[in-house]
């Protein structure tokens, strides 16, 4: 009976690494310009919606980023310009999304010292 529960056991775990070595990733890729003069924009914060992925954009204003297949709900945001959301489907294949993000300017009351 033992050796039975040890042989059900392992069973169990092959069957749990193969199941989790049989998902797929693809990359998802892009640049963020500013729209006014397409000039890259470094430090966007880049994050996937209902997950825990996301990353920022280098000097040159790209970023990569590897999900598992399926549809992603992306979120672009950066001090001094408006959110931007789109949505990516990832495949195996290389996905390219390319955004553009417009300033917002915030006027403030002055201050009296």
């Known amino acids: 009976m033992r050796l039975y529960r040890v042989f059900?056991?392992?069973?169990?775990?092959?069957?749990?690494?193969?199941?989790?070595q049989a998902?797929?990733?693809?990359?998802?890729?892009?640049?963020?310009?500013?729209?006014v003069d397409g000039a890259p924009l470094p430090g966007v914060t880049v994050l996937v919606r209902g997950t825990d992925f996301g990353t920022a954009t280098d000097t040159n204003g790209r970023y990569s980023l590897e999900l598992p297949t399926g549809r992603y709900t992306l979120r672009f945001s950066a001090i001094g310009f408006s959110t931007h959301i789109d949505t990516v489907r990832v495949t195996e294949e290389p996905s390219r999304l390319d955004v553009t993000l417009a300033s917002t300017v915030m006027e403030m009351e002055g201050v009296t010292v």
């Open 8 to 20: 059900l056991l392992g069973a169990c775990c092959l069957l749990g690494a193969a199941s989790a």
């Open 23 to 35: 998902q797929t990733w693809g990359t998802v890729t892009g640049t963020v310009t500013d729209s």
